[in-house]
């Protein structure tokens, strides 16, 4: 049962290590998009468009701070889904190391 279980940490752990990392990753792919949206919300604001850029709740992205934190949603999401899968993997190796023989 400990080898099974010590295997599964490991995996777990992996798993969580990989949604933090590509996180890291897509960062400057992230910004490159946020700064597109910036400029094309200056080009509707320069048209007259008004507010046309809402996020998925319905959110005006009408400051720059606006389209900061709609972008951060995804990446506190991933964090928080590596965190938890990097703690259970280190509580299922101590589960494991406890009822070792």
Known sequence: MAPCIEIASSLVAFAGAAFLTYESLVVRRRIRAQSGLERLRDILNKEGAG????????????STEALQLWFAERTVRYSWVGFILVSLGFVLDLVAKLIRP
């Open 51 to 62: 507010k046309v850029l809402t996020g998925k709740h319905g959110e005006s992205l009408d």
